[in-house]
């Protein structure tokens, strides 16, 4: 290996900045120029670019992740006394934004796609339960067909966390347009990042999505008008102007994350350790590649002496946090989440990563010593 590629970040945001610079610059500039800095029209553009890339009718920019989940929990009138089923492995804004309306977040395990299990979920189903939050982790849809089975069955609403899974796919129908609604973050790391915090409300509901847009912005429909009490989540204008000038690039770098994904597999197959897998009608976009290794620390510590970042999504299941003590969950309720949260690792992966940086990785990972 390359004395120069022997440090390999688990994320490189400057590569992929200066490979669109021109883009970029050109982007900034112009809101400078215009200094719309809130409500300009790249916000316009950018919604109707990602709605029609995405495929439903309405996209509606807002502040971040975290919120277009609440917003879109509140939107549906999900509130006190209501129970949201959450998967347990998922960053905490699944589950957050469901307290944070006042309501309670059932937690379900996790399959071997490290998706919530569907057979799972039926059983925690009450009187009390009005949604499910899907979440398409680390890249791999979870079982769409069957979430939107059950929640017919049950009269459930389905908000899709898409955080993770710009662009994949199910039987061809990209995730984000399954549910009622989905929600996007487009933090910085994303595979569609923006340059601070940025997210956004998808659906193909009318009604549904002028709430959204209320709730966004204090409660108006239009200036001084506020028909509800909303919030201050507005996308800010630099925001969607970068967003808009990486959109045309989000294929390109979700098709290098792929073949990255096929080299790692190739290089790991024979290795010990349990590759990620792909479910059959599913296309991954691989936000991350999470291998399972037992003596998960050691392995970490060894990557890391030899250059290599790593990075674990994520090392506490949900259930088991300090901030849903509350609830007394245990490991035997979560066996999947609990087993994995101890194994799981998530190696290097983005557009700009070269074959030989993942040949190094793979072949690190394969002469471990445990
Ligand atoms: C699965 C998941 N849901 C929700 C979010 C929240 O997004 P944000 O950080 O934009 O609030 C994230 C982002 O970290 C995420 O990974």
Known sequence: MNATLTTIPFVDLKAQYLSIKEDIDKAIQDVIDQTAFIGGAPIKQFEAAFAAYIGTKHCIACGNGTDSIEIILKAMNIGADDEVIVPANSWISTSEAVSAIGATPVFVDVDEFYSISISLAEKKITSKTKAIIPVHLYGHPADMPAVMQLAEKYKLKVIEDCA????????????????????????????????????????????????????????????????????????????????????????????????????????????????????????????????????????????????VETVIHYPTALPFLPCYHQYKLTPVDFPGAFHNQSRILSLPMYAELSNEQIHYIADLIKRFDR
């Open 164 to 307: 993770q899974s710009h662009g994949a796919e199910i039987n061809g129908k990209r995730t984000g347009t399954w549910g009622h609604a989905a929600s996007f973050s487009f933090y910085p790391g994303k595979n569609l990042g923006a340059y601070g915090d940025a997210g956004a409300m998808l659906t193909n509901n009318d009604e549904l999505a002028a709430v959204c847009r209320q709730i966004a912005n204090h409660g108006q429909i239009k200036k001084h008008h506020h028909v509800r009490e909303g919030r201050n989540s507005r996308m800010d204008t630099l925001q969607a102007a970068i967003l808009l000038a990486k959109l045309p690039y989000i294929d390109q770098w979700t098709n290098a994350r792929v073949k990255h994904a096929a080299l790692y597999d190739k290089l790991l197959k024979d290795a010990d350790v349990v590759i990620p897998g792909v479910k059959n009608n599913c296309t991954h976009v691989y936000h991350l590649y999470v291998i399972r290794t037992e003596n998960r620390e050691k392995l970490q510590a060894y990557l890391k002496e030899n250059g």
